[in-house]
């Protein structure tokens, strides 16, 4: 039979761990106080989707460092693998204009599979050697904020992952939630109502500051401006 998977839940502690890097030792989550973290897994070193995947992160690292939100990629591959990788693809590797590109996140050494493991990343029935695309969403007080998996023949879509974060980050500093297909500046949703007499009162005020659609689905407009993390 095959192993079972445990993968940690969203709003669950993430857990602990201690890892060697190519940027050298890091400690999680002592190394990442106050910070949002995308932890990500790729199948292996030199296979050409994580090889354009890695690029795009790269290139989008000053983007998310700007949401205060740092970086970590893993394989279960050494430190010489992943720096030969990294070279190759900054020496030689050109993808949609992108290149010259120095992947400069810590990249997880994770020969011995124990991070795979403690993160659900590796599923037997997908490969018993490699992690599948997994990809953590991390909030500063370390918990588990958002899971997203792809198959190894699927490169992730990287406009979504800043698009998710942003949304996060949203809900958290205005106490909002976020619509279908929400992009920032487009209209937000404001909570339900937790009682009758409150659903009553809030259509019948709804007005310039906010508009509902029926008494459990109100909208209310947040500027780009006022979201936490824009510049």
């Given at each position: 039979m095959a192993e079972n998977v445990h993968i940690p839940l969203i709003g669950e502690d993430a857990p602990a761990f201690q890892a060697e890097t190519t940027q050298g030792i890091i400690k999680?989550?002592?190394?990442?106080?106050?910070?949002?973290?995308?932890?990500?897994s790729h199948p292996a070193d030199f296979t050409p989707v994580c090889t354009t995947e890695f690029i795009t992160f790269a290139s989008m690292m000053g983007e998310f460092k700007a949401l205060n939100c740092e970086l970590m990629g893993l394989s279960?591959?050494?430190?010489?693998?992943?720096?030969?990788?990294?070279?190759?693809?900054?020496e030689k590797i050109k993808f949609k204009g992108m290149e010259n590109v120095e992947v400069t996140f810590p990249v997880i050494a994770d020969i011995k599979m124990e991070v795979a493991k403690t993160y659900g990343m590796l599923q037997p029935q997908a490969s018993d050697t490699k992690a599948v695309r997994a990809v953590f969403f991390i909030?500063?007080?370390?918990?588990?904020?958002?899971?997203?998996?792809?198959?190894l023949s699927t490169g992730r879509n990287f406009a979504?992952?800043?698009?998710l974060l942003?949304?996060?980050?949203?809900?958290?500093?205005h106490q909002i939630a976020t619509p279908a297909d929400w992009q920032p500046g487009d209209d937000?949703?404001?909570p339900p109502p937790g009682s009758?007499?409150?659903a009553k009162d809030r259509v019948e005020k709804a007005g310039t500051d906010y508009y509902c659609l029926d008494w459990f689905i109100?909208?209310?407009?947040?500027?780009?401006?006022?979201?936490?993390?824009k510049k």
């Amino acid at each position: 039979m095959a192993e079972n998977v445990h993968i940690p839940l969203i709003g669950e502690d993430a857990p602990a761990f201690q890892a060697e890097t190519t940027q050298g030792i890091i400690k999680f989550p002592e190394d990442y106080k106050g910070k949002w973290l995308i932890l990500f897994s790729h199948p292996a070193d030199f296979t050409p989707v994580c090889t354009t995947e890695f690029i795009t992160f790269a290139s989008m690292m000053g983007e998310f460092k700007a949401l205060n939100c740092e970086l970590m990629g893993l394989s279960i591959d050494s430190t010489f693998s992943h720096i030969a990788w990294l070279r190759t693809i900054k020496e030689k590797i050109k993808f949609k204009g992108m290149e010259n590109v120095e992947v400069t996140f810590p990249v997880i050494a994770d020969i011995k599979m124990e991070v795979a493991k403690t993160y659900g990343m590796l599923q037997p029935q997908a490969s018993d050697t490699k992690a599948v695309r997994a990809v953590f969403f991390i909030d500063p007080k370390a918990k588990i904020r958002a899971i997203l998996y792809y198959p190894l023949s699927t490169g992730r879509n990287f406009a979504e992952l800043k698009r998710l974060l942003i949304a996060m980050q949203t809900a958290d500093a205005h106490q909002i939630a976020t619509p279908a297909d929400w992009q920032p500046g487009d209209d937000v949703i404001i909570p339900p109502p937790g009682s009758c007499g409150v659903a009553k009162d809030r259509v019948e005020k709804a007005g310039t500051d906010y508009y509902c659609l029926d008494w459990f689905i109100c909208f209310k407009k947040l500027a780009k401006e006022a979201i936490f993390g824009k510049k």
